[in-house]
Nanobody, 125 residues
């Protein structure tokens, strides 16, 4: 059982930056594909970004490409999401997830086995 805990969310003005972290209890995090998803009020959960086991490959939703960067430090059992040039439409609860499937399943919530509890990101205009 992998336990994931997100942190780093908060309130930021449009154009600002935040860095989310996802810490895992699993010492062998390197065996998992890690993903970030988000869910805004009244909307379905949507894919944001994913990173392969060794960090060699990444994938982004078109809406965040060029603004967000996913990275991982397997030695620290942590995955990051650096979010720059934030927009009000980025406001959502952000979740990290761990799974064993790469693209295309890594773009779908069904491709993940473990989820964190989420962290709120609010971008004001």
């Amino acid at each position: 059982q992998v336990q994931l805990v997100e942190s780093g969310g908060g309130l930021v003005q449009a154009g600002g930056s935040l860095r989310l972290s996802c810490s895992a209890s699993e010492r062998t995090l390197s065996r998992y594909v890690m993903g970030w998803f988000r869910q805004a009020p009244g909307k379905a959960r949507e894919f944001v970004a994913a990173i392969k086991w060794n960090g060699g490959s990444t994938d982004y939703a078109d809406s965040v490409k060029g603004r967000f960067t996913i990275s991982r430090d397997n030695a620290k059992n942590t995955v990051y999401l650096q979010m720059n040039s934030l927009k009000p439409e980025d406001t959502a609860v952000y979740f990290c997830a761990a799974g064993t499937n790469w693209f295309p399943l890594s773009r779908n919530s069904y491709g993940y086995d473990y989820w964190g509890q989420g962290t709120q990101v609010t971008v004001s205009s």
